[in-house]
C-alpha cells in the first residue's frame, strides 16, 4: 500500500448524503413501476428495485472515480464548486451540465435494463429445469421466442418508465435545493 494514501481533509457529506436521498427516493418509486407493470409481488420488486439502484450506483460512482482525475482543470474547478458551494463559475458550464445528465440518464437506464435481465436470468428456477425438459417442437419454439421478445420490450419499457419517474423526482428535489 502506498505511502501517501490519505483520507481527504474535506469531504463533499453533503453531496455523499444527497446521493443516499436519491437512491431512497428511487427505491420505492422504481419498486411500484416493477410491481404495478412486470406483476411481481411486492416484495420481488422491492428486492429488484433496491438491487439494481445499489449496483448502479457502485458502478457510476466507480465510472465518476475512474474518470474525474482525466477531467480538465475548468471541469474540475466547476465540479468541486458545485459539490461544495452549490453555484456555478461559468455561465456555459450548465450547458455541460445537462449534456451530462443526458448521458448519465441513458447510461443508468441502459445499466439498469442490463442488471435486471442478469437478475431475472440468474435468480429464475425455471431457467435450470430448461435442460430436463424434451424436445420442443418448432411452433413451440418459435412461441417462446417471441413472448420472450415481447417481455424484454415490455421490460425495456419499464425500466425506462421507473428510470424517468425516479430521476424526475430527483430532478424536483435538486430545483428545489436549489432555491
Keep these: 500500500m502506498p ?31 416493477l410491481h404495478s407493470r412486470l406483476k411481481f409481488d411486492k416484495k ?25 482525475p482525466m477531467l480538465p482543470i475548468q471541469v ?15 455561465p456555459k458550464s450548465q450547458t455541460l451540465i445537462i449534456l451530462t445528465a443526458f448521458i448519465i ?7 439498469k435494463f442490463f442488471i435486471l435481465r442478469v437478475l431475472l436470468l440468474s435468480l429464475n428456477e425455471s431457467f435450470a429445469k430448461k435442460e430436463e425438459e424434451p424436445q420442443t417442437s418448432q411452433r413451440r419454439r418459435w412461441r417462446s421466442f417471441s413472448n420472450l421478445k415481447l417481455q424484454s420490450t415490455s421490460l425495456a419499457t419499464t425500466i425506462l418508465i421507473a428510470n424517468s419517474l425516479s430521476y424526475s423526482v430527483i430532478t424536483i428535489i435538486l430545483l428545489f435545493r436549489s432555491k
Excluded: C, H, Q
Aim: aromatic share 26%.
Design 3 to 33: 505511502e501517501n494514501w490519505m483520507l481527504p481533509r474535506i469531504f463533499p457529506i453533503g453531496g455523499i448524503l444527497f446521493d443516499f436521498l436519491f437512491v431512497l427516493i428511487a427505491i420505492p418509486i422504481e419498486a411500484y413501476v
Design 44 to 68: 420481488t420488486s422491492t428486492f429488484y428495485a433496491i438491487s439494481i439502484n445499489l449496483f448502479s450506483s457502485v458502478i457510476g460512482w466507480f465510472i465518476f472515480f475512474v474518470s474525474e
Design 76 to 90: 474540475k474547478s466547476e465540479l468541486i464548486n458545485y459539490m461544495f458551494f452549490n453555484n456555478f463559475k461559468y
Design 105 to 111: 440518464f441513458f447510461a443508468t437506464f441502459l445499466l
